[in-house]
Structure formats: C-alpha cells, structure tokens
C-alpha cells in the first residue's frame, strides 16, 4: 500500500493518512486481516512525527477499520464496508474544501446539518 501526504494541504497529516488507508480498503487493494505499516516505519518514510500516524491510525480505529493491538500493530478489519470507507473519503472532501472556504468547525456541522433537513 502507497502512502502519500501533502504537507501543504490544508487537511492534517494525520487525516491525509486515514484517507489514503480507507481509499485502500475502497478499492479493494487492502482487504481484512492485512497489516498496515508499524506508526515508526510509516511515520519515517513519510517524514512527519510517530504520533501524526498514531492520530490517523486511532480515527481508523474508532470508525471501525482497524483494530489496534499491542505488539501487532494495526491490523484491517472489515468491519466497514468499502461503501462506509468511501463515504469517509467524501466526508475528508467535505471538509477539506469547508476549511479551504475558512469555515469552522461549527460552520461545517452547520452545513451537514442543514443537508440533513426536510426541503
């Protein structure tokens, strides 16, 4: 699996990293019970501090892509569906153009929300 990560992007490190391993799962290329690259290794390929893998890692975690686990490193569920894993990706999109506009937090939830209403 390629990572890649663009320090000038407005979307964090850690962010740009979940994004790439649920474009992974998305498309079939990673599948269930494969491991991803140890947070060292990855972070020194790529460049940027162990704890910016760590941080993309635990969102993967808590959406339910990959299980961290103590000496084995972070292992890909499939618990999601490539269908869930895309709809990450457009929410990373989302969000990345939201804040490109200088919207805040607040602002993007507002914006998902009003989506969400009745018309």
């Known amino acids: 699996m390629l990572f ?3 320090p000038r992007s407005t979307v964090p490190l850690g962010d740009q990293i979940a994004a790439a391993v649920r474009g992974a799962i998305a498309d079939g290329s990673v599948r269930a019970g494969e491991r991803l ?3 060292r290794e ?3 390929s790529l460049g940027v501090n162990v704890h910016t893998v760590l941080r993309g890692y635990q969102r993967l975690k808590e959406e339910g892509l990959i ?3 103590r000496g084995r490193g972070a292992v890909v569920t499939g618990v999601a ?3 869930r894993a895309r709809l990450g990706e ?3 999109r989302l969000i990345a153009e939201a804040r490109r506009l200088g919207l805040s937090d607040d602002e ?3 914006v998902v929300r009003q989506g969400l209403a009745p018309r």
């Open 81 to 83: 569906s490539p269908a």
């Open 90 to 92: 457009a929410a990373d």
């Open 37 to 39: 690259p140890a947070g």
């Open 42 to 44: 990855l972070a020194a």
């Open 4 to 6: 890649r990560v663009d």
């Open 67 to 69: 299980e961290l686990r």
């Open 108 to 110: 993007i939830v507002g």
